[in-house]
């Protein structure tokens, strides 16, 4: 162990370089071809199979896991990616054991699933490193659709309308495409530069063109893309982050922890990612357990995740609850932040109590803190936006909006959670809408 | 611990397991780590005349698989023993003399004339071996040259042969039987009437096993072309176990002693080759697939069997199927059984259901929450439900009782045995014989 963990203070290079790359290497190193075969064989082919209805892309599994097993990888990925053009991601970043894998009839007879996940991203690898994008752009219909925002929804949405024969442009205000899988999710889940690959692999298709650092009412507004195409899409997730509403929350070493899971994504060296020795990150949800995990990953001392309610509520699956346990992480659960305390920068930040029914119960709880992550939810940011459904974007089952001529999808509307899976399952149904309507 | 003593037509052996005639009992090297494993008897590998036979040096097996690359069926296109008789002869006696307690049987095939026969019985006497078997199965290769299968498959030349065996050595003689002929009763017939001390079977089944796709040549291939072999192995159990039963219960057969060959891999397949009256079993493609330990598991699993039932030997256990095996015709259609499943043990897969809405009588009904129940009106009780589900005894096959009536058809199920034979709907019924 390096001397520098113990330091105080946000600091890079906590660890030795070799350290880095054990760290952060893949979570669910890939299948080979012999392992890929024995999961295969597992499955049992189900009638109606709960694991397709578990999928929010509805992908259907059994199929492809025969495929595997009959020597047909590329069939395989071919079943895989005409629901859900980004399979190779979601085989990465679903949350297969609340989804698929729960679902997996072998999880019931056996608590141990057919490992769905992992033979959807044997197959999809399989397909994409060869380099073959096996769909095909239809007859091109001369409408021109805008999509905003380049993430799993936008991408997806943007894929299925140009196979349908329309001309897509889509914007986003990052510089680099990809939404949350290139800016939202721990580096250990799609190492070695999977998610660009991913869109360089998608765009294959023609007909899609980027346009950075275009932010609705930076450079564009909802109103000039209705006026300038026929039919518009809006991907553009929660771009905002609540506030803690404790005392003190403004000092420094206090920050978001999606600025932080940006960073470390665009980080080309993690060892010049500062971190802080006493970390604490306060939320329940998969954004929390990615910036814990990657804390203690980039070698923070103590790392505690603090949740205002019990484990069962918490948004992050077991699985990755038990992971963050496994890194290290300590996990406390029923207290909420009411102060941060220091001078200048936090030096401690101060919980309370609370019952299932979050009244306070009068006890506190202090934790020395150099670093606090913020995790506690995302927000829909935007002004002249259609009519929202609470705080996102009301839409119908086929991602139709108040305003006509608009369809929106992903963590940015309303129904459905906010996974990877179901952005891209809203970004196809919309596109299939609004194909529907653009050729009458 | 049961007693597996086995005392086959004379030849006694410390269990009814012998390694059939195959590549593990090629030399004594093999069979000694038989012995060693605890094998009750070995038929060594083929001997045939000098000069011995060549081989081919490519691939000389092919292979099935089930789920996990789980070794179902093989198929073979090795001959008889490739090296000279002496040797196998020296390595033979000197085997027995070291494992004495041990069935030590040897395996033949020379040309159908009688003077090969009279040359090599005395010599394998000579070794101290318990008996010999004929080998008129072999399918592939020694076929071609007029022995094995084409002797096997002319029951005029089995009993010639068999005669000729007979008339040349004291020891007990088994003919091992070919299954590539339309009914096995013929040839062990001939075997019976040639002075056949029993009859072992089956040997390996013709076959291809696969095509290689790139090469468009049969597997195993050898240089871009192949040849059918002889096929063995689990897969080939159900056929095996057919033709032992059909040899039980002829009539004009009984009391023929049957070595029982053909997929035995566990103590199950082997008790239910004694229960349809084979005397003892034969064992390759188990051994050849997992080594010789598997017998180790057959001993403790046929044990533990005999104890729970009180079985004290393994002659009471010998035949004991056999008066239930019959003819179609003389089944009971009063018999009226439905599926019923086990909802705690249901894993909700269902393959039944898909099974039965698909391919049979539309006899399972699916809840929207994926519970699936036997409809009675449908069902009749075909049992491809039980087949394709995944959890054993989740569906079973229930007797209706009679007095009840059977929703499928509306008729009270009746207590009397009612037969094809005397059913109105049969118009062949009493055609002439």
């Given at each position: 162990?390096?001397?520098d ?69 590329d ?65 091109a ?5 805008a ?147 990657q ?21 992050a ?19 909420v ?74 963590d ?13 399952a ?15 | 611990m ?101 069935a ?110 790139d ?45 029982g ?90 393959r ?12 399972i ?9 036997v409809?009675?009106?449908?069902c ?32 009270v ?8 034979t ?12």
């Amino acid at each position: 162990m390096s001397s520098d963990v113990f330091a105080e203070g946000i600091k890079p290079g906590r660890l030795d370089q070799e350290s880095y790359e054990a760290q952060f290497s893949d979570l669910h190193p890939p299948l080979d071809a012999h392992e890929a075969l024995v999961a295969a064989d597992r499955c049992y082919f189900c009638h109606d199979a709960p694991c397709i209805t578990a999928c929010p892309t509805d992908i259907d599994i059994p199929l492809f896991i025969r495929q595997i097993a009959t020597g047909t990888p590329d069939a395989a990925a071919k079943t895989i990616l005409s629901q859900n053009i980004m399979g190779g991601m979601c085989a990465r970043v679903c949350p297969t054991e609340t989804l698929c894998e729960e679902a997996c009839v072998r999880e019931l007879a056996e608590g141990k699933p057919v490992l769905i996940g992992q033979l959807q991203r044997y197959a999809t690898d399989h397909l994409q490193e060869q380099g073959i994008h096996p769909f095909e752009r239809g007859a091109a219909t001369g409408k021109k659709v805008a999509v905003v925002g380049a993430g799993p929804a936008g991408l997806s949405a943007a894929h299925r309308l140009a196979m349908m024969g329309h001309d897509v442009v889509v914007h986003d205000a990052r510089p680099k495409p990809g939404g949350l899988n290139e800016y939202g999710i721990a580096a250990y889940k799609t190492p070695d530069g999977f998610a660009q690959g991913e869109v360089d692999w998608l765009l294959k298709i023609g007909g899609i063109t980027l346009q950075h650092d275009a932010k609705l009412g930076q450079g564009i507004t909802l109103q000039s893309l209705r006026d300038g195409y026929d039919a518009v899409f809006l991907g553009i997730g929660l771009g905002g982050v609540n506030a803690l509403g404790a005392e003190g929350e403004d000092k420094g070493g206090v920050t978001d922890a999606v600025d932080f899971i940006a960073d470390l994504r665009q980080a080309s060296d993690f060892a010049t990612v500062p971190i802080g020795r006493d970390v604490v990150v306060i939320g329940g949800g998969m954004t929390a357990v990615d910036a814990a995990v990657q804390a203690k990953l980039l070698g923070a001392l103590n790392v505690t995740l603090v949740y205002r309610r019990g484990r069962d509520r918490m948004n992050a699956s077991a699985f990755e609850q038990d992971l963050a346990a496994s890194k290290g992480v300590r996990i406390v659960t029923h207290a909420v932040p009411k102060a941060v305390h220091g001078n200048g920068a936090v030096r401690e930040i101060e919980f309370e109590y609370v019952d299932e029914d979050m009244n306070g119960t009068g006890q506190t709880l202090r934790l020395a803190a150099d670093q606090v992550f913020k995790a506690i939810g995302q927000t829909l940011e935007g002004d002249d936006l259609p009519e929202l459904d609470g705080r996102k974007i009301k839409v119908d089952g086929t991602g139709r909006t108040s305003l006509d001529g608009v369809w929106a999808g992903g963590d940015c509307a309303s129904g459905g959670d906010d996974l990877t899976v179901t952005a891209v399952a809203e970004g196809r149904d919309a596109a299939m809408d609004m194909h529907g309507v653009l050729v009458g | 611990m049961a007693d597996l003593t086995s005392n086959f037509i004379g030849i006694k052996s410390p269990n009814p397991f012998w390694l059939a005639s195959a590549p593990p009992t090629d030399k004594a090297y093999n069979v000694r780590r038989a012995f060693d494993a605890g094998w009750g008897g070995v038929v060594w590998k083929t001997l045939g005349l000098d000069p011995h036979v060549v081989n081919v040096n490519g691939p000389r097996y092919g292979a099935i698989y089930g789920a996990d690359r789980r070794l179902l069926g093989l198929n073979n296109i090795e001959l008889i023993t490739d090296r000279p008789l002496q040797t196998n002869l020296d390595e033979i006696k000197e085997v027995k003399r070291d494992y004495p307690a041990q069935a030590m049987i040897v395996s033949l095939m020379v040309p159908c004339e009688e003077e090969p026969w009279k040359m090599i019985l005395p010599r394998v006497e000579e070794t101290g071996a318990d008996g010999v078997e004929l080998n008129f199965g072999c399918p592939h290769g020694m076929s071609e040259r007029g022995m094995g299968s084409a002797v096997g498959q002319v029951p005029e030349y089995i009993e010639m042969v068999t005669r000729w065996v007979k008339a040349n050595t004291r020891m007990p003689v088994i003919v091992k039987l070919t299954p590539n002929i339309t009914d096995v009763r013929k040839p062990a017939e001939a075997a019976k009437r040639g002075g056949a001390d029993a009859v072992s079977l089956i040997n390996t089944i013709n076959s291809i096993t696969s095509v290689d796709l790139d090469l468009f040549a049969p597997e195993p291939t050898i240089d871009g072309k192949g040849a059918h072999g002889g096929y063995c192995g689990p897969a080939v159990k159900p056929i095996a176990l057919n033709m032992v039963a059909e040899i039980a219960r002829d009539p004009g057969l009984q009391g023929l002693p049957i070595s029982g060959i053909g997929g035995v891999t566990t103590w199950k397949d082997a008790a239910e080759f004694l229960a349809l009256g084979a005397g003892n079993v034969q064992v390759c493609t188990a051994a050849m697939t997992y080594g010789f330990k598997i017998v180790q598991e057959m001993i403790s699993g046929l044990s533990d069997y005999m104890d729970s039932k009180g079985i004290t030997s393994v002659d009471e256990i010998v035949g004991r199927a056999v008066p239930n095996v019959t003819d179609w015709n003389q089944l009971n259609l009063n018999y009226i059984a439905k599926a019923k499943i086990d909802q705690d043990l249901c894993i909700s897969c269902g393959r039944c259901f898909a099974a039965c809405e698909d391919t049979s009588h539309q006899a399972i009904a699916m809840s929207e929450d994926r519970t699936f129940t036997v409809i009675d009106e449908e069902c009749v009780a075909c049992n491809l439900c039980v087949n394709v589900c995944p959890v054993e005894d989740c569906i079973t096959m229930e007797a209706m009782a009679p007095g009840e009536t059977d929703p499928r058809t509306g008729k009270v199920v009746q207590p009397d045995y009612a037969n094809w034979t005397t059913h109105p709907n049969n118009p062949a019924a009493n055609a002439a014989e």
